[in-house]
């Protein structure tokens, strides 16, 4: 009675009773009596499992960084995992008889370790700082594959890692050169945003400078229109001017020819009466002068006549001898010769 026992395991849990050397009961949540004098079990978690992982490695540049993060496994054959490690338990306080089961995350995480060493070679430390999900990638791929791990019979659940860390002193200095490259980065943008602010005030005055080039020119066509406009009203006066002067010369011209033509017919009026003097006074060259004179006498008044008749006795007063005029003849040609005087001037009325 006291070799009985009784055994019973949880669902995530796969038992296997050796007897013999031969498997008697395996299962998972199995729950039976067994001789415990000839029966071993072997109990295998068949539950995922997280084995967190922190270790050293160093890049291609020789530079030493931390690697932090987390592989998720469960086992998918516990047959094969058994014939590997040794996951007998005490029937009694149900123990496992050796370490085996406690190494498996060591093992685990060591097959990660190597791939994570075989992708860091590739990379400078910038690039592995940064290259979280490529290592995540290219590690998680290949420990599925790894050979270790399939004789084992477990299944890669995931992996995460969590951080990539320079040693402190390497973090001081690319801190260093990440904030001398981030206030680089300040000052060109303080730069960009100077020069941006001298470019808009250059267009700016630029704009001012072509509004009032615009603005001259502007002015200048207005000059240039009101010069053209005064130059059209002065060759408009000139012609006026020119016109005007042109019939005032026609004019003075045909004043010339007026006077030339009227000193011209002057002149042979002038030639025609001398001409006519000169033959009347030929004609009376050759007449009588007593004749001539007595043409002339014909309608001459009487005072006249006997005016010339004392002047022609005054001619031969040598051959006269005694000569009597009596008073009332002379005054008679004295009252005629002599103007009446001027009446007096009447008041105005």
Not at 49 to 68: C, K, L
Not at 231 to 244: G, H, N, Q, T, Y
Not at 321 to 330: A, E, K, S
């Amino acid at each position: 009675m006291f070799g009985i026992r009784f055994i019973r395991v949880e669902p995530t849990d796969y038992l296997i009773r050796f007897k013999n050397g031969r498997i008697v009961n395996e299962g998972r949540g199995l729950s039976f009596f067994y001789w415990a004098p000839t029966s071993s079990l072997a109990r295998i978690p068949m539950a995922s499992v997280g084995a967190p992982f922190i270790f050293e490695e160093v890049t291609s540049d020789f530079q030493q960084v931390t690697i932090q993060g987390q592989i998720t496994y469960r086992i998918q054959d516990a047959k094969k995992i058994a014939e590997m490690l040794n996951f007998t338990i005490d029937p009694g306080t149900r123990r496992y008889l050796t370490d085996d089961p406690l190494k498996l995350n060591q093992r685990l995480i060591q097959v990660v370790q190597v791939l994570v060493r075989s992708a860091l070679q590739h990379m400078s430390l910038a690039e592995a700082i940064k290259a979280s999900d490529k290592l995540v990638e290219f590690v998680q791929g290949r420990c599925a594959k790894a050979a270790e791990v399939e004789a084992l019979g477990l299944e890669i659940l995931g992996l995460s890692i969590l951080a990539v860390k320079p040693n402190p002193e390497t973090a001081r200095a690319l801190e260093a050169q990440v904030r001398e490259q981030i206030l680089r980065e300040m000052d060109e943008a303080i730069y960009a945003r100077r020069n941006a602010a001298v470019e808009q005030e250059r267009a700016i005055k630029e704009n001012e400078l072509n509004t009032e080039i615009a603005v001259e020119n502007k002015k200048r066509q207005i000059r240039e229109t009101q010069i053209e406009a005064d130059r059209s009203v002065l060759i408009k006066r000139r012609a006026m001017e020119e016109e005007d002067l042109g019939r005032q010369i026609e004019l003075e011209e045909s004043r010339k020819e007026f006077v030339a033509r009227q000193a011209e017919n002057q002149r042979r009026e002038a030639e025609t009466r001398a001409y006519g003097i000169e033959a009347s006074v030929k004609a009376m060259a050759a007449a009588d002068p007593r004749l001539v004179q007595a043409l002339v006498s014909v309608g001459m008044s009487p005072q006249r006549l006997i005016a010339d008749a004392f002047r022609e006795l005054a001619g031969g007063a040598d051959k006269i001898g005694t000569l009597n005029i009596t008073p009332d003849l002379l005054r008679e040609i004295m009252d005629q010769q002599t103007p009446a005087p001027v009446a007096a001037k009447t008041k105005k009325s």
